[in-house]
């Protein structure tokens, strides 16, 4: 019954020397629940919890793999009407762009 919640990994499933428990045979099914899960929250490097005991044991329900969508933006921008504008005027509203200075470098 453990087999469900739990899985080896690692190692073929046989008898194994777990320290502070002794030599435990994971090929057996009549192994007690509470057992493996002691064990497994032990860290034994030899066990791994499958999603149906993650569900049952500890209530952690699986990840949905729903994909979310992000919804499009749509952004407005104001740009002005220049065709009814003459040249002076768009030469004037228009940024000035300065020179770069040309710099002595000091002398050592």
């Known amino acids: 019954m453990w087999k469900k919640y739990f899985k080896v990994i690692n190692i073929v499933p046989g008898r194994v020397l777990i320290h502070g428990h002794g030599i435990v ?3 057996r ?3 007690p629940l509470e057992f493996v899960k002691n064990l497994y929250e032990d860290d034994c490097r030899y066990l791994d919890i499958t ?6 044991i ?3 329900k699986p990840a949905t793999s729903k994909k979310t969508v992000k919804k499009e ?3 407005r921008i104001d740009v002005p ?3 009814e504008h003459n040249d002076d005027e768009i030469k004037s509203t228009s940024p000035k762009i300065r020179k770069k200075r040309n710099r002595k470098k000091p002398v050592d």
């Open 25 to 27: 045979d994971f090929s």
């Open 29 to 31: 099914d009549d192994l």
């Open 51 to 56: 999603s149906e005991g993650k569900e049952v």
């Open 58 to 60: 500890y209530n952690i």
């Open 73 to 75: 933006e749509t952004y």
């Open 81 to 83: 009407d220049i065709s």
